[in-house]
């Protein structure tokens, strides 16, 4: 069965400082791996995805992960966080023969002043 | 629409009561997927539709949980005899059939069952 984890629950952070969200998957042939932003009351929103192409990802708002097989890694990385990063981040597996996805437990990432 | 839309935003029910949430996904996608986020579990896959079939119920609880879509569009999740545990929030997602696995997400639906 696929699984995805996520090594921590809760990251905290200052403003301008980088950002590490940790992730790993179980291992498969070819898995596709997302990254979500959920902000409080709000829907999950799509930051990247890896589908085997180039193994470091560029998201949006300046997020970006490396999909390192020998590692089964995939962590979400921002060289300096903003206040507006506050949310919690889930890492999301999805395999070739099925349609559903599975997500890692979430973190949750506080920015302080 | 623009997104996924969902309905209603917030639901309360009493124990024992029947519920129905509705999902519109985005034009033209003809995959949706039902999925539960609660404290206790994370968020979970519940079905899954292409079309107007579900190939994959494997998540749904418990024969309490149904699910129809009609005209390839418009999906609702049905939970009958509501018991506190159902109590969650309900998220629907849809994707185009070129990209099945790049899903976009609704508002959700928070159900609280008293």
């Known amino acids: 069965a696929q699984s995805v984890t996520q090594l921590d629950s809760h990251v905290s952070v200052s403003e301008g400082t980088p950002v590490l969200l940790r992730c790993n998957y179980s291992s498969s042939y070819s898995p596709s791996l997302f990254w979500y932003v959920q902000h409080p009351n709000k829907g999950l929103q799509l930051l990247l995805k890896y589908t085997s192409a180039a193994t470091l990802v560029k998201g949006i708002n300046g997020f970006e992960a490396e999909f390192k097989k020998s590692e089964t890694s995939f962590h979400l990385t921002k060289p300096s966080a903003h206040m507006s990063d506050a949310a919690e981040y889930f890492c999301?597996?999805?395999?070739?023969?099925?349609?559903?996805?599975?997500f890692g437990g979430g973190t949750r990432l506080m920015v302080k002043p | 629409g623009a997104g996924v839309s969902q309905s209603p935003s917030n639901k309360v029910t009493e124990k024992g009561k029947d519920v129905e949430l509705r999902c519109d996904p985005i034009?033209?996608?003809?995959?949706l997927y039902w999925y539960r986020q609660s404290l206790g579990q994370g968020l979970e896959f519940l079905i899954y539709f292409q079309g107007n079939s579900a190939p994959d119920k494997s998540g749904l609880p418990s024969d309490r949980f149904s699910a129809e879509r009609t005209g390839g569009s418009v999906s609702t999740l049905t939970i009958q005899r509501t018991q506190q545990e159902d109590s969650a929030v309900y998220l629907c997602?849809?994707?185009?059939?070129?990209?099945?696995?790049?899903?976009?997400f609704g508002p959700g639906t928070r159900l609280t069952v008293l």
């Open positions: 999301v597996v999805s395999y070739n023969a099925g349609n559903m996805l599975t």
């Open positions: 997602a849809s994707s185009h059939w070129q990209v099945y696995n790049e899903q976009f």
């Open positions: 034009s033209g996608h003809t995959a």
